[in-house]
C-alpha cells in the first residue's frame, strides 16, 4: 500500500503562483502514475494533470493547461504541481492520487488494481 501526504495549499491572490507538493512512502516500487484532482465545493472531484512514472509523460486538463505543471522526483518520491496564474475557479481541495496500473492512471474509478488518495489540502485564490 503507498500513503499519501499533500502540502503546499494557501490562500493566494489571482494571478498568483503556488507549488503544492506530494510525498508518497511504502509500497512505491509499484507506482505506475500519480495525479492531481480537485474538488470545488459543491462540485465533483475532477482530474487536474497526471504523470506516468517510468517516463514523465503528463496529461492535463484543458482549464489548467499551460499554466499549471506536474512534474516528480522518482528518487524522492515526490510529485509537484506548479500552478501560474491562478484564478478564482482554481479554488478547490486538491487531492494527490497514485495507480499502479494503467487503466487505474486514466480513470481511477476503474476496479483494476489499487489506488491512493491523499488527505487533500485546500488551495483558495481571491480576487
Known amino acids: 500500500q503507498v500513503l499519501l501526504g499533500e502540502s503546499g495549499g494557501g490562500f493566494v491572490q489571482a494571478g498568483d503562483s503556488l507549488t503544492l507538493s506530494c510525498k508518497a512512502s511504502?509500497?512505491?516500487?509499484?507506482?505506475?502514475?500519480m495525479g492531481w484532482f480537485r474538488q470545488a465545493p459543491g462540485k465533483d472531484r475532477e482530474f487536474v494533470a497526471r504523470?506516468?512514472?517510468?517516463?514523465?509523460?503528463?496529461y492535463y486538463s484543458d482549464s489548467v493547461k499551460g499554466r499549471f505543471t506536474i512534474s516528480r522526483d522518482s528518487a524522492k518520491n515526490m510529485m509537484y504541481l506548479q500552478m501560474n496564474s491562478l484564478k478564482t475557479e482554481d479554488t478547490a481541495v486538491y487531492y494527490c492520487?497514485?495507480?499502479?496500473?494503467?487503466?487505474?492512471?486514466?480513470?481511477?474509478?476503474?476496479?483494476?488494481?489499487?489506488?491512493?488518495w491523499g488527505q487533500g489540502t485546500q488551495v483558495t485564490v481571491s480576487s
Open positions: 492520487l497514485v495507480t499502479d496500473n494503467a487503466p487505474r492512471f486514466f480513470d481511477p474509478t476503474v476496479p483494476v488494481g489499487s489506488a491512493s
Open positions: 511504502g509500497s512505491t516500487s509499484s507506482v505506475y502514475g
Open positions: 504523470i506516468r512514472w517510468n517516463d514523465g509523460n503528463t
